[in-house]
């Protein structure tokens, strides 16, 4: 018995990490719900409260969950608008906020692009805290940070800073957020086109693209 | 206690050791195969170093590299406890391999991504305990033991 003793414990060591792996596989791939109709975006509806980027009449919907402080949503942003270039009026890219709570300056970050947005001008400042990430992330100061990129996008400071304490900006990042938490988000970016979530494995040039050219086809996400 | 017996007991504590091991490679590699060191959700410094290039050598996850390779020093350990004088060498071979491989990412962590992924150091803390622990082996005395 002794002789096929340690075959045993590794066979038994090695069905148990197949399995416990597999059990926390299908625990960590996220269950992303497809957008239920009444959420899901098309045409031109409820345009007026959310942010888009792109021909608002196109066919295609890239809705992005992101946190401005998290740079894979940085790298992300970039890639977004390189898409808009190719895809053209084909495609329109709406924002909504996840700041995460392990982002210090998250959520400070969204309010500084909604008080920008109250002046007309989210993307710029959505193009600035992206560009900008690495320097504001650790910085000590922030909010003074934030006050200067309104200042260099042409914003009214004084007003900005109204805003950014103010409660429509507070209430646009919580709509978006519990928005987020009903569609089972956990995690940032993650994209939807068309209602469809992208599958994390996905998420780079090459998935993205081709869930946009299906969705343009008209057919089903895979 | 007997020189034999001490390397039963340090061989058994190298196989529960690489379990641990093995058992923290899996976790890496199943956020690797998930897609989850693509996005944030967890550490920010953790992200950084799993969703970096050097993450991945032709398109396999190295945590999955890692938990094979811990998966090996389990087995090897096993059998060494067991008497099997030729699995102590392989045993050997394969840490030697792992240390200079642990001091890579350690390397790769420090000085070229500038964060440190926890997951990844207690890793290198295994690897280096075992390592620890087969220089504290005392050498063979026997040509064979099967």
């Known amino acids: ?222 | 206690m007997t020189v034999s017996r001490f390397r039963t007991i340090l061989y058994t504590v190298v196989a529960i050791v690489a379990v641990a091991g093995l058992a923290d490679a899996t976790f890496l590699s199943v956020q690797a195969l998930t897609g989850e060191t693509l996005s944030c959700g967890g550490s920010p410094d953790c992200f950084k170093v799993l969703g970096s290039s050097y993450a991945k050598v032709g398109g396999v996850p190295v945590a999955l590299a890692g938990a094979f390779a811990y998966f090996c020093v389990f087995a090897l350990a096993t059998f060494a406890a067991f008497g099997y004088e030729r699995a102590r060498i392989f045993l050997i071979l394969t840490i030697g391999a792992m240390f200079l491989a642990t001091l890579w990412f350690l390397y790769v962590q420090a000085f070229l991504l500038h964060a440190y992924c926890r997951y990844c150091l207690l890793s290198a803390a295994i690897t280096f305990l075992i390592a620890g622990l087969l220089i504290a082996a005392p050498p063979s005395q026997r040509r064979s033991g099967e």
């Open chain 1, 1 to 222: 018995m002794k002789r096929y003793l340690p075959f045993v414990i590794i066979v038994g060591v090695a069905l148990g990490t197949f399995g416990s792996g597999a059990m926390l596989y299908r625990a960590k791939h996220p269950q992303l719900q497809a957008m239920p109709e009444e959420k899901a975006l098309s045409g031109n509806s409820g345009a007026e409260s959310m942010h888009i980027r792109g021909n608002p009449d196109a066919p295609v919907t890239m809705e992005e969950f992101g946190d401005f402080q998290c740079p894979p949503c940085g790298s992300f942003a970039a890639f977004a608008e390189q898409l808009l270039k190719e895809y053209d009026s084909r495609l329109r890219i709406v924002f909504r906020h996840f700041p995460l709570v392990a982002h210090e300056h998250a959520r400070e970050a969204s309010l500084a692009a909604e008080a920008a947005g109250l002046q007309g001008h989210f993307w710029e400042m959505y193009d600035v805290l992206y560009r900008e990430q690495a320097a504001w992330s650790k910085a000590p100061n922030t909010r003074e940070l934030f006050e200067s990129y309104a200042g260099t996008i042409g914003l009214n400071v004084d007003q900005f800073k109204m805003d950014m304490d103010g409660e429509q900006a507070k209430a646009r990042v919580d709509s978006d957020q519990a928005r987020a938490e009903s569609l089972g988000i956990n995690v940032t970016p993650t994209i939807y086109i068309n209602g469809q979530p992208v599958d994390p494995k996905d998420k780079n040039p090459e998935g993205v693209r081709a869930a946009i050219n299906a969705a343009l086809a008209g057919k089903p996400q895979a």
